[in-house]
């Protein structure tokens, strides 16, 4: 088997001759996004498991933010730029997108503002210069016979996105002639599947096909010995008081003490807010390793955040997800990925809409019914069931994937 070491650059090669190359087309991280992170884990675990003759490269498009990113030299991967090394990406020898929205017209549109201020001419140039890397439009055909997609996104495509036709040109070329296409959610698989006939178009979430084993490549991180108590995280979806009343009275139905995950960091008014409903909400943010070894102690999760809960889960600890009802899907940040997650795997027992937490009388109510599933043991392993039988399936075509390199 092909052992790892890291060379100069900072890259992990094979120690053996030099191998092909995959390029590995990974999203930004904004933040310290642990979510992301796990994302990321995945593809630096998972991929030289399934390629072991190539040197697995991971791409992300500009530099890590040295002020709000975790730190590259903290990371138990590294990235390449893109842009800085277009030679070297257009030279690979495979290409496989891993999770995100980068095939979504609105996520240049509406997430990272790259269309901001411009007018259609100028939006057109800038989509030709980002097609060129998302959807390969300067390779030949043939050449897309050698990419895959895996994990990612179209949920947040319209109607109006979908029409565009230089979009649609460039979409339709691409996804007809990649050779594996897998979306993270049945939705997205659902608008590809034509295009795709009998091909499958549904895969799961990248941090889904992380093993125990690979966060032990995370500096800094612990599993705990036993679980309990519920560990409380909230970021994307307003009206924290809600949910804070719901995480307390949830606590009291199991007699489980609730205690803050510091999944990102939070603001001052929402830790004052914590402090009113008797929860200690941490405002700074540890090491990814710290708080991934914090999560694998608790015995349950309560959440509004989707990488949480997916990682919660993929661990064995069974999550509850908070979300809003109303809204659309137009951004990366909407409630309905997780509502569309809970919905794929059978677990609605383990979701509420915020909206429905909107007295004490409410609250109570969905705290008894949501310590009942959590009880359920055959619940609980009916979901994981789901989710591991789908993380099995997902892996196995990603493999074939791997294996069909003609």
Known sequence: MTTQKRTADGLRTPSGPPGRELAVICARPPEQNTGMLTVDLAA????????????VRLYITGELDPTHSYAAANLPFQYLNVF?????????DRFLFWGDF?????????????????????QAEAFAAQSRIFFLSDLPEA????????????????TRDMIDAQYKTAFDRFFSNVQLALFRDAISASRLQPLRQNQPTLGCDCAFLLEDADLDKIDGFTRAATREGIGLFL???????????????LGRELGESVKWLPWFWSRRRLALQGQFRGIDVETAQPSAGEILSQMSGFRFIVTDTYHLCINAWRMGIPAVCIGS???????SLSDKKKEILYTMYRAQEFYLFSEALSDGSKINAAAKAAAGA???????????ANMEDHRLASHAQLATFAANDN
């Open 84 to 92: 800085e090394n277009e030679t070297r990406f257009f030279a690979s």
């Open 374 to 384: 959590l009880r359920n043991e055959e619940l609980v392993a009916h979901v994981r």
């Open 102 to 122: 980068f095939h979504s017209r609105s996520y240049y549109r509406n997430d990272i503002g790259a269309w901001d201020g411009m007018d259609a001419e100028a």
């Open 325 to 331: 009802a109303l809204g659309h899907q137009s951004n």
């Open 235 to 249: 970021r994307r979806t307003p009206k924290y008081d809600r949910s804070l009343r719901f995480a307390r009275a």
């Open 143 to 158: 050449q897309l016979a050698k990419a895959g997609v895996f994990g990612t996104t179209l949920i947040t495509n319209s």
């Open 44 to 55: 630096a675990s998972v991929l030289p498991r399934l390629f072991p003759d190539h040197d």
